[in-house]
């Protein structure tokens, strides 16, 4: 079994890299910390950065999962091979742009580009955010599935995520004590449906809302609180139609042999608790 210790990063293509990198800092208040080779970083927290964009297809998306060690980097090839999906080791270039020593890159059975990293980079500065957004840190994703049970058994079997709760098809999955850092959402094609970061408190959470509609951005879904995880959010629109998500008060799931996971109707009330009804595909019925 593949033991992911943590989410990394996100990769996302962009046309537009200028204006990706200003929504980046201006809107999303994360701190640049640089670029290379039409590559712009960013960070949330002490990570070396948690999101990157890149000049390409907007379409393209990679999520970057850290292992412990190379030996893990190793036994992870053997276990993706075994299962028939694509497996290829990261050269010294994709290993430099992503900033880590070891890069392992795959598609998951749905085509989501998968990449497992050990050797990343810390960093040598403490994060500053680019305006006072109350970030606290990078810490999950949507990724669109076009099969979710085949999907959850991957990330379940093959990986060491656990279900924590789901919402009709899709699993809330966590790889640590956290509700979920990984969620499941069923769609005709792959790629990353949304990028969380969470903030300190409600106060924040409600100061980006008055913060995101006097600079009209599109705000998709909330205020509101989620009855799985009970934490308190607000999604809006980013560069490319990119759903990002800023939450606090997430659950945390000690009890690890105790835990059962629920199961929640496919309903907006499964999204919010307070009554909010998401404009987001992916949380809806079409």
Known sequence: MIDLVDIRYVRLGTRDIEAASRYATAVLGLQG?????????????????????????????????????????????????????????GTGEECETRRVDRLLRFSDPSGNAIELVYGARIADREYVPSRAAGITGFSHIGLRTTDA???????TRVCNARVSDRIGAAPLLRID??????????????????????????DDVMRAWYFLRERDVRIVFGPGRHPTS???FLYFEGPDGMVYEYSTGVR????????????FPFEASSFCMWGSRPDIPEFRHT
């Open 230 to 232: 009970s934490a308190i």
């Open 149 to 155: 049970a085949r999907d959850e058994a991957f990330w």
């Open 33 to 89: 910390t640089g670029s290379e080779d039409g590559t712009r970083y960013f960070r949330s927290d002490g990570r070396d950065h948690t999101l990157a964009y890149f000049e390409g297809d907007p379409s393209a998306h990679t999520v970057g999962f850290d292992v412990h060690d190379p030996a893990a980097l190793d036994a992870a090839a053997a276990e993706i091979d075994g299962c028939d999906l694509p497996v290829a080791w």
């Open 252 to 263: 945390m799931i000690e009890d690890e042999a105790g835990h059962r996971p629920r199961q």
């Open 177 to 202: 004590a956290v509700h979920h850092k990984l969620a499941l959402f069923p769609s005709a094609h792959p790629g990353v449906q949304h990028v969380n970061h969470q903030v300190a408190g409600v």
